[in-house]
């Protein structure tokens, strides 16, 4: 045997400590996890974080806490969960998550068992994995990567102090004489750094074992896929509720966040400035705009996996792509949608709720996840078809009518409420100088020339920009401001164009969401922002009974990086920042690893068929091409440049043998000579001539002989031992030679 | 009984000890790594004898939670779930993996003092080799048995033994009875690395160990006239005299003069001479076992232990000359060896059915034993009464 070794042993009591430890790190792991889901739980976290991380510094603090806390903690925790539970009803998750997150700190503080040690880690996954499931964050794939190998830690350092006699002496004991630098010096003592390359090997191998598993995983047809929990969340932007007040919109412009993002499949041509439409709002209400009751009645509860949106009889000009669109959690309620989608479907059955009169799709209820679906076979079309509302619009007059306030409910019913004008003498005359601005006076404009006209006589007076100011004075707040000069935000231009259009006769509604984006040059797809919000008018043309869609905020409206690339000669903006970089990771996950799917499989698995064809195709041609060449070479005649050649490449290959050979023994002498030994030679004269007398001795049973034990035992550890362990050769050999004559 | 925790030292057994072979898990029998390799593969398909792989607790729980996570991820098509589940299922083919590593590369071996004697503690060792280049092996559990004395044990490996090194485990083991022992490692198991599944090797060692008589305290006063009439006897055994009797190994304490510098020379390590003391005042020992004087019981295994006791009494106060059973030779006792021997014998002594003659114990200075009233043992020298045990 070499000499021992000089890493420290760690022994009972310190691969306790460090078990208790790294439990406690284990938790503050998984404590972090929870604002992903929440950004609610972040001040629950930072108090843990606190708790935790000072016992952690102060591991004996425990001690201090009475034996009576320890009993009365775990069933106090359960009562008062119990009670949330019942508060909360009928929410189970949250009140779950808080019960989790207790109980863990209790496990975390207190000094654990085994089986607590195990409750622990138990508790943690469940976090991890809830967080995880209920956020869709690609911070998931860090937290699950961070976790498994603290959680394997702690389940390994769980089986060591296991082993042995008396582990809960040491649980006791452990604490008392505890201090800091002596542990540390005792773990760096102990640590090994190959040893620890070791394990981060073992670990790349475990993760690409899992996302091995995690591919060949057989998926079946998700159709009838449950939806997992929910955290339902009432934090929504106001810009993309039912009702609206000007400034919302605006509001949102603020944030600099990513809204959602939209993958687009292949051979789908790119639009430059798409309109993501998702609120539509048909009702004046002199602060805003809101969606009538009569347009709401028209809202239907549907659960399935897949949503026809627009029939194909009225289309042309469709595409056969996809859109897939990663849509972050707390925006709204309302689904963006683009063009004239056929078909919209989620990867699991999913409740919606469905507005087939104003084209609209809303989740049942807000969550904090992000949500995922599709649009199939989109039209890129500036307009909306109308669902018989010609047959109530033709020939309509505006209706000069305001509800009382905000809340109250309109007389009129939809489409009528299209066509709501601010009543009052104020109002009507002012609407009547407008009108008469934009017309000069001419009636029945067709829509296309009207709102030409209505679009100059705006931008003529108006300038965009996000800090407004509306004139005081008398009359529609909307009204003052377009009689003024003063500079508009979205919600002003597309408020006012829709309260003129009207009073000349044509049906608006006011639409919220978004527009534009950036592309990202990373992985090609859309990033839009909460900046990039916007509200703009479909106005209801009665020729083609279509709602076309009109923008009438200037191109100022557009953000800075959109008139950077403008003035380069393109619409979109294409980002290659940092930024994008990042976000283009969030895709990839949600692309590689969220939407993975059996379809993906298959293409994995053609890929890999394909690729494994064209490499033994190859090889073939290879091998046959080499053959060939071997044939031809050994059926021409053999001349002294041949013969040369020849053995130009059998000592090639021998020259090659050769040093494959030596760079072998090479290496074998490297580590001889650091372990300080030499190699155990095995066939040597001593061992031969052992095995040759020891063989003797089995013959006539001398083995068999107390007096002879010693001997014999010497032999054999001359024959099969270490050359470290033999006794001396020649004498052993010498005595049982002697043995063999005496007897 | 109880165990000590493992010290590392190097496996060189001492001389006094008996050690078996190296037991290995058996993943290499062949030299050629074509041969291993095809071993394992099939040891993966076919289980090896006495090999046995069985979840623990916590890996049934591990299981049962995969289960779980398994169905809501199909029943959720949650691809988070999938993520944990093929998590999961990784560490569990991790685990077997690195219980296969820290099982490889290990061998044990029991390393036996070579007498024991009942109701004495002793130590029965177990040597733990790890022969890897790179890995240490940890958190082994070993199963001793002592058959005889219907003892078990499970002893653990409490810290690690890195690679090229070697640690001891020791239970404190007290036979009962005297006779044979079979020490046997019936097996061992570890849960190493995440304690989810609990692999056992049923590989048994066994070794048998003869077990000497239980010591027992005795009443012995020698008439004066026994010695006055063996003047001339004279025992033969190791003390100051000029006679070699033996060559043993250094001990601590042995005086400098006594080293035999030529045999340490050949041998290479201290040799020590024994020789032969000069004594004139020394006793036989003569046990005799008819079946009808003695009958299997305590009474019986009394006389074992007073004779096994008077017999190491007598040696070491340099007295003992020779020593006979029943119908065997008179066996002089020069050496420890002899001694040994001798208590060896009484180990395994039983009543006999008829003695083919009684010994004409002729001599004042022969030691005899006969039974006494309830359980005790008469001792008398020379036919006379010397002493009660």
């Given at each position: 045997m070499s000499a021992a070794s000089t890493r420290v042993r760690l022994n009972p009591e310190e691969l306790y400590q460090l078990k208790w430890l790294t439990g406690g790190l284990l938790t503050l792991l998984s404590i972090w996890t929870l604002p992903f889901i929440d950004s609610s739980y972040l001040l629950v976290v930072l108090a843990v974080v606190g708790i935790v991380g000072t016992v952690l510094v102060y591991?004996?603090?425990?001690?201090?806490?009475?034996?009576l806390a320890w009993k009365i903690a775990t069933p106090l925790v359960i009562v008062l969960m119990l009670t949330d539970f019942i508060l909360s009803?009928?929410?189970?998750?949250p009140p779950l998550i808080r019960l989790i997150a207790m109980l863990t700190i209790v496990r975390a503080l207190a000094y654990r068992t085994r089986r607590e040690d195990l409750q622990l880690v138990m508790l943690c996954l469940f976090m991890v994995v809830v967080s995880g499931v209920l956020s869709?964050?690609?911070?998931f794939a860090f937290q699950i990567l961070l976790f498994a190998p603290v959680a394997m830690l702690v389940l390994f350092l769980v089986t060591l102090t296991d082993c042995t006699d008396r582990p809960e002496q040491i649980q006791v004991?452990?604490?008392?004489?505890?201090?800091w630098s002596r542990f540390r010096s005792r773990i760096h003592g102990a640590f090994d750094m190959k040893l620890v390359g070791f394990v981060g090997m073992l670990f790349a191998a475990l993760t690409l074992m899992s996302a091995g598993i995690f591919a060949i995983m057989p998926r079946f047809r998700l159709d009838q896929a449950i939806p997992f929990f929910k955290l339902k969340t009432?934090?929504?932007?106001?810009?993309?509720?039912d009702s609206i007040q000007f400034g919302d919109v605006t509001d949102i412009m603020e944030d600099d966040a990513v809204a959602f993002r939209v993958d687009l499949s292949d051979g789908i041509d790119r639009p430059e400035t798409p309109y993501w439409r998702m609120v539509v709002l048909d009702e004046y209400t002199g602060a805003g705009y809101r969606m009538s009751r009569s347009a709401k009645s028209r809202n239907r509860l549907v659960t399935d996996n897949q949503f026809l949106q627009?029939?194909?009889?009225?289309?042309?000009?469709?595409?056969d792509g996809r859109w897939t669109f990663y849509y972050e959690g707390s925006i709204s309620r309302y689904l963006p949608t683009v063009g004239l989608p056929r078909r919209l479907r989620f990867q699991i059955r999913q409740t919606l709720e469905t507005n087939q009169l104003l084209a609209l799709n809303a989740l049942n209820e807000l969550t904090g996840a992000v949500t995922f679906y599709q649009l199939e076979n989109v039209e890129l079309a500036d307009f909306q078809l109308g669902k018989g509302d010609d047959l109530v619009l033709k020939d309509a007059s505006p209706v000069a009518y305001l509800p009382k306030n905000e809340t109250s409910p309109t007389i009129l019913k939809y489409p009528m409420t299209t066509l709501a004008v601010p009543s009052g003498i104020t109002n009507e005359a002012a609407l009547g100088r407008i009108v008469q601005a934009v017309?000069?006076?001419?009636?029945?404009?067709?829509a296309p020339i009207f709102t030409e006209k209505l679009l100059g006589w705006l931008h003529q007076r108006h300038a965009y920009s996000l800090k407004s100011t509306v004139p005081s004075g008398e009359g529609d707040r909307l009204l003052r401001w377009a009689e003024s000069n003063e500079p508009g935000h979205c919600e002003l231009f597309a408020g006012s164009f829709a309260i003129i259009a009207r009073a000349a006769g044509y049906p608006t509604r006011i639409v919220t969401g978004f527009v534009g984006g950036a592309w990202n040059?990373?992985?090609?797809y859309y990033m839009i922002r909460n900046r990039d919000a916007h509200a703009w008018v479909e106005l209801y043309d009665e020729v083609t009974h279509r709602w076309v869609r009109v923008?009438?905020?200037?191109?100022?409206?557009?953000?800075d990086q959109n008139n950077t690339a403008i003035q380069t000669g393109s619409r979109l903006f294409i980002d290659r920042t940092i930024g994008a970089y990042l976000d283009s990771l969030r895709v990839l996950w949600y692309r590689?690893?969220?939407?993975?799917?059996a379809e993906q499989q298959l293409e994995i698995a053609n890929s890999f068929k394909q690729q494994f064809n064209s490499f033994s195709e190859a090889m073939k041609a290879r091998l046959k091409a080499w053959k060939e060449s071997v044939q031809a070479f050994f059926k021409a005649p053999w001349d002294r440049q041949r013969w040369l050649e020849a053995g130009g490449v059998a000592g090639v290959i021998l020259a090659g043998l050769l040093l494959g050979r030596g760079v072998v023994l090479f290496f074998r002498w490297q580590r001889r000579r650091r372990q300080g030994t030499r190699g155990e030679?095995?066939?040597s004269w001593e061992r031969r001539k052992a095995g040759n007398l020891a063989g003797k001795f089995r013959q006539r049973g001398l083995n068999e002989q107390p007096e002879m034990a010693p001997l014999y035992r010497n032999l054999m550890t001359i024959r099969f031992g270490r050359e470290a362990e033999w006794p001396p050769v020649k004498t052993v050999l010498r005595e049982a030679r002697n043995r063999l004559r005496k007897k | 009984m109880k165990s000590i925790a493992a010290k590392v030292t190097p496996a060189k057994p001492a001389n006094q000890e008996m050690v078996t072979n190296w037991a290995d898990p058996?993943?290499?029998?062949?030299?050629?790594r074509v041969k291993n390799l095809l071993r394992i593969l099939k040891q993966l398909v076919v289980r090896p004898d006495g090999h046995k792989t069985l979840p623990t607790k916590s890996g049934i729980v591990l299981i049962l939670l995969s289960l779980g996570i398994g169905s809501a991820a199909y029943n959720t098509a949650s691809n988070i779930l999938f993520i944990v589940l093929a998590m999961l299922l990784s560490s569990l083919l991790l685990s077997g993996l690195l219980s296969w590593m820290n099982f490889k590369g290990t061998r044990w071996r029991l390393s036996l003092e070579r007498h024991f004697r009942a109701g004495d503690t002793t130590s029965v060792k177990i040597e733990v080799s790890n022969s890897k280049t790179f890995l240490p092996t940890y958190g082994l559990w070993f199963f001793l048995k002592a058959h005889k004395s219907e003892a078990a044990r499970r002893l653990p490996l409490e810290e690690r033994v890195d690679p090229a090194q070697s640690c001891t485990l020791i239970w404190l083991f007290e036979p009962l009875k005297r006779g044979r022992e079979v020490i046997e490692i019936v097996g061992l198991e570890s849960s190493f690395p995440f304690g989810f599944l609990r692999k056992s090797i049923g590989h048994s060692i066994k070794q048998e160990v003869k077990v000497w008589p239980r010591r027992i305290s005795y009443e012995f006063t020698p008439p004066a006239l026994a010695h006055a009439r063996s003047a001339g006897l004279s025992a033969s055994q190791?003390?100051?005299?000029?006679e070699l009797i033996n060559l043993r190994d250094y001990r601590s304490?042995?005086?400098?003069?006594?080293?035999h510098w030529k045999a340490s020379a050949r041998l290479q390590r201290f040799m020590i001479r024994e020789v032969a003391e000069e004594n004139h005042e020394s006793y036989a020992l003569a046990v005799e076992t008819p079946a009808s004087i003695w009958k299997a019981g305590e009474q019986f295994e009394r006389l074992c232990s007073v004779v096994g006791a008077m017999a190491e009494d007598l040696f070491l106060s340099e007295q003992l000359r020779a020593v006979t059973i029943n119908d065997g030779e008179s066996i002089p006792i020069r050496k420890q060896g002899d001694l040994h021997a001798f208590l060896d014998s009484l180990a395994e002594l039983q009543p006999v059915e008829r003695l083919g003659h009684t010994h004409q114990?002729?001599?004042?200075?022969t030691i005899t034993f006969s039974p006494g009233a309830g359980e005790h043992i008469l001792i008398h020298v020379g036919g006379i009464h010397a002493g009660t045990a």
């Amino acid at each position: 045997m070499s000499a021992a070794s000089t890493r420290v042993r760690l022994n009972p009591e310190e691969l306790y400590q460090l078990k208790w430890l790294t439990g406690g790190l284990l938790t503050l792991l998984s404590i972090w996890t929870l604002p992903f889901i929440d950004s609610s739980y972040l001040l629950v976290v930072l108090a843990v974080v606190g708790i935790v991380g000072t016992v952690l510094v102060y591991p004996s603090l425990p001690t201090h806490i009475p034996a009576l806390a320890w009993k009365i903690a775990t069933p106090l925790v359960i009562v008062l969960m119990l009670t949330d539970f019942i508060l909360s009803r009928p929410d189970v998750l949250p009140p779950l998550i808080r019960l989790i997150a207790m109980l863990t700190i209790v496990r975390a503080l207190a000094y654990r068992t085994r089986r607590e040690d195990l409750q622990l880690v138990m508790l943690c996954l469940f976090m991890v994995v809830v967080s995880g499931v209920l956020s869709v964050s690609i911070a998931f794939a860090f937290q699950i990567l961070l976790f498994a190998p603290v959680a394997m830690l702690v389940l390994f350092l769980v089986t060591l102090t296991d082993c042995t006699d008396r582990p809960e002496q040491i649980q006791v004991e452990s604490w008392s004489h505890f201090r800091w630098s002596r542990f540390r010096s005792r773990i760096h003592g102990a640590f090994d750094m190959k040893l620890v390359g070791f394990v981060g090997m073992l670990f790349a191998a475990l993760t690409l074992m899992s996302a091995g598993i995690f591919a060949i995983m057989p998926r079946f047809r998700l159709d009838q896929a449950i939806p997992f929990f929910k955290l339902k969340t009432s934090q929504s932007l106001s810009g993309f509720s039912d009702s609206i007040q000007f400034g919302d919109v605006t509001d949102i412009m603020e944030d600099d966040a990513v809204a959602f993002r939209v993958d687009l499949s292949d051979g789908i041509d790119r639009p430059e400035t798409p309109y993501w439409r998702m609120v539509v709002l048909d009702e004046y209400t002199g602060a805003g705009y809101r969606m009538s009751r009569s347009a709401k009645s028209r809202n239907r509860l549907v659960t399935d996996n897949q949503f026809l949106q627009s029939s194909a009889s009225k289309r042309t000009g469709t595409n056969d792509g996809r859109w897939t669109f990663y849509y972050e959690g707390s925006i709204s309620r309302y689904l963006p949608t683009v063009g004239l989608p056929r078909r919209l479907r989620f990867q699991i059955r999913q409740t919606l709720e469905t507005n087939q009169l104003l084209a609209l799709n809303a989740l049942n209820e807000l969550t904090g996840a992000v949500t995922f679906y599709q649009l199939e076979n989109v039209e890129l079309a500036d307009f909306q078809l109308g669902k018989g509302d010609d047959l109530v619009l033709k020939d309509a007059s505006p209706v000069a009518y305001l509800p009382k306030n905000e809340t109250s409910p309109t007389i009129l019913k939809y489409p009528m409420t299209t066509l709501a004008v601010p009543s009052g003498i104020t109002n009507e005359a002012a609407l009547g100088r407008i009108v008469q601005a934009v017309t000069a006076g001419e009636q029945h404009l067709p829509a296309p020339i009207f709102t030409e006209k209505l679009l100059g006589w705006l931008h003529q007076r108006h300038a965009y920009s996000l800090k407004s100011t509306v004139p005081s004075g008398e009359g529609d707040r909307l009204l003052r401001w377009a009689e003024s000069n003063e500079p508009g935000h979205c919600e002003l231009f597309a408020g006012s164009f829709a309260i003129i259009a009207r009073a000349a006769g044509y049906p608006t509604r006011i639409v919220t969401g978004f527009v534009g984006g950036a592309w990202n040059g990373y992985e090609n797809y859309y990033m839009i922002r909460n900046r990039d919000a916007h509200a703009w008018v479909e106005l209801y043309d009665e020729v083609t009974h279509r709602w076309v869609r009109v923008d009438p905020t200037p191109g100022g409206r557009l953000s800075d990086q959109n008139n950077t690339a403008i003035q380069t000669g393109s619409r979109l903006f294409i980002d290659r920042t940092i930024g994008a970089y990042l976000d283009s990771l969030r895709v990839l996950w949600y692309r590689r690893i969220v939407n993975f799917d059996a379809e993906q499989q298959l293409e994995i698995a053609n890929s890999f068929k394909q690729q494994f064809n064209s490499f033994s195709e190859a090889m073939k041609a290879r091998l046959k091409a080499w053959k060939e060449s071997v044939q031809a070479f050994f059926k021409a005649p053999w001349d002294r440049q041949r013969w040369l050649e020849a053995g130009g490449v059998a000592g090639v290959i021998l020259a090659g043998l050769l040093l494959g050979r030596g760079v072998v023994l090479f290496f074998r002498w490297q580590r001889r000579r650091r372990q300080g030994t030499r190699g155990e030679i095995v066939w040597s004269w001593e061992r031969r001539k052992a095995g040759n007398l020891a063989g003797k001795f089995r013959q006539r049973g001398l083995n068999e002989q107390p007096e002879m034990a010693p001997l014999y035992r010497n032999l054999m550890t001359i024959r099969f031992g270490r050359e470290a362990e033999w006794p001396p050769v020649k004498t052993v050999l010498r005595e049982a030679r002697n043995r063999l004559r005496k007897k | 009984m109880k165990s000590i925790a493992a010290k590392v030292t190097p496996a060189k057994p001492a001389n006094q000890e008996m050690v078996t072979n190296w037991a290995d898990p058996g993943y290499f029998a062949h030299q050629s790594r074509v041969k291993n390799l095809l071993r394992i593969l099939k040891q993966l398909v076919v289980r090896p004898d006495g090999h046995k792989t069985l979840p623990t607790k916590s890996g049934i729980v591990l299981i049962l939670l995969s289960l779980g996570i398994g169905s809501a991820a199909y029943n959720t098509a949650s691809n988070i779930l999938f993520i944990v589940l093929a998590m999961l299922l990784s560490s569990l083919l991790l685990s077997g993996l690195l219980s296969w590593m820290n099982f490889k590369g290990t061998r044990w071996r029991l390393s036996l003092e070579r007498h024991f004697r009942a109701g004495d503690t002793t130590s029965v060792k177990i040597e733990v080799s790890n022969s890897k280049t790179f890995l240490p092996t940890y958190g082994l559990w070993f199963f001793l048995k002592a058959h005889k004395s219907e003892a078990a044990r499970r002893l653990p490996l409490e810290e690690r033994v890195d690679p090229a090194q070697s640690c001891t485990l020791i239970w404190l083991f007290e036979p009962l009875k005297r006779g044979r022992e079979v020490i046997e490692i019936v097996g061992l198991e570890s849960s190493f690395p995440f304690g989810f599944l609990r692999k056992s090797i049923g590989h048994s060692i066994k070794q048998e160990v003869k077990v000497w008589p239980r010591r027992i305290s005795y009443e012995f006063t020698p008439p004066a006239l026994a010695h006055a009439r063996s003047a001339g006897l004279s025992a033969s055994q190791a003390g100051s005299g000029s006679e070699l009797i033996n060559l043993r190994d250094y001990r601590s304490g042995d005086p400098l003069r006594q080293i035999h510098w030529k045999a340490s020379a050949r041998l290479q390590r201290f040799m020590i001479r024994e020789v032969a003391e000069e004594n004139h005042e020394s006793y036989a020992l003569a046990v005799e076992t008819p079946a009808s004087i003695w009958k299997a019981g305590e009474q019986f295994e009394r006389l074992c232990s007073v004779v096994g006791a008077m017999a190491e009494d007598l040696f070491l106060s340099e007295q003992l000359r020779a020593v006979t059973i029943n119908d065997g030779e008179s066996i002089p006792i020069r050496k420890q060896g002899d001694l040994h021997a001798f208590l060896d014998s009484l180990a395994e002594l039983q009543p006999v059915e008829r003695l083919g003659h009684t010994h004409q114990h002729a001599g004042s200075t022969t030691i005899t034993f006969s039974p006494g009233a309830g359980e005790h043992i008469l001792i008398h020298v020379g036919g006379i009464h010397a002493g009660t045990a």
